[in-house]
């Protein structure tokens, strides 16, 4: 198996790396920064730098690998990182994974994992989305992600290539650069500084910690009953910045929590359903909140 992993700096590639390095499959990094060099220091890891918007690169790398499977989650992949740059996020969200596809499709690659979001929902509450609940995204990376899906759907459909894309909430972990709130607490308070903002304490998101995620993606690279489909992979829970809290008290005794009321200006939405996650593949997250910022927690101390 040599597996392509487009973003493979990112929060879900890096861990995806590692854990595929530790199952001794042949994994071929490309991103656009260079990775970290642990990495480099194993035989099964070749690190090709490149952007996926540029097609010829994309299919070369597939070509000179003999790449047979890709996870494809290159890109931007941060709503507020579509609000001052919307055709940045467009060139590299919906070209980029044009171009991911069509060099597939070129190669006779036989598996693509395409990384979405539950941002297709947009900002609307019901009890739980189900994968058959119409998408209605409310910002331009809501709309690349529901674009990059439908592309799955034509490329499994008319092309025979084995597609899965995954609706994944707000993901959290080592290594994340982008802003998320349980980043920004646990970062101040190790450095000694009080948590005081006027606001955020009512934020509430499905949290999922980065390690289910690639758990998700194992088992869809092992199963055939994932092809052309679109799975729902989260927790099926909202969790609230003073539950976060109430972990990070626990971990810093000495720190002031004080965040006033309302959120972090992040939408929210009702949880996921992850039925057809579970009969599909088995899935379960098994990081409950504690448990991740716990594991979060000791990488950032170490």
């Not at 709503?79 to 980029?96: D, H, M, R």
């Not at 980065?210 to 194992?218: F, G, H, S």
Request: glycine content about 8%.
């Amino acid at each position: 198996m040599n597996v392509l992993v487009t973003g493979s700096n990112g929060l879900i590639g890096r861990h995806l790396v590692e854990f595929l390095l530790y199952k001794n499959i042949r994994v071929i990094g490309f991103d656009i920064t260079l990775p970290e060099k642990r990495f480099s220091q194993s035989h099964h890891f070749t690190f090709e730098q490149g952007n996926v918007d540029d097609f010829s690169r994309v299919v070369s790398v597939i070509k000179k690998y003999k790449i047979d499977r890709i996870i494809h989650g290159g890109g931007i992949s941060h709503p507020k990182e579509s609000e001052e740059f919307p055709n940045k996020i467009i060139n590299a969200n919906i070209v980029g994974t044009s171009n991911v596809f069509e060099a597939g499709r070129l190669s006779k690659v036989k598996q693509i994992v395409y990384l979405s979001s539950a941002a297709v929902y947009g900002n609307r509450k019901t009890i739980n989305f189900t994968e058959s609940a119409v998408p209605e995204p409310n910002t331009i990376y809501g709309v690349t992600k529901l674009t990059g899906e439908h592309l799955a759907k034509v490329y499994y459909e008319k092309y025979g290539i084995n597609t899965t894309s995954f609706r994944i909430p707000f993901v959290y972990g080592p290594g994340r650069a982008t802003h998320d709130p349980i980043k920004f607490i646990l970062e101040k308070a190790l450095n000694g500084e009080n948590i005081i903002e006027e606001t955020g304490m009512d934020q509430r998101l499905e949290y999922i910690y980065v390690k289910d995620v690639v758990d998700a993606i194992w088992l869809t690279l092992n199963s055939k009953n994932a092809n052309g489909l679109i799975l729902n992979i989260g927790t099926e829970k909202l969790k609230s910045t003073r539950e976060i809290i109430d972990v990070m008290e626990k971990l810093f005794p000495n720190i002031v929590f004080d965040l006033g009321s309302g959120g972090f200006g992040y939408d929210e939405t009702s949880p996921l359903d992850c039925t057809k996650a579970k009969e599909v593949l088995n899935f379960i997250s098994s990081y409950s909140i504690v448990e991740g910022i716990n594991e979060y927690y000791d990488f950032l101390k170490r």
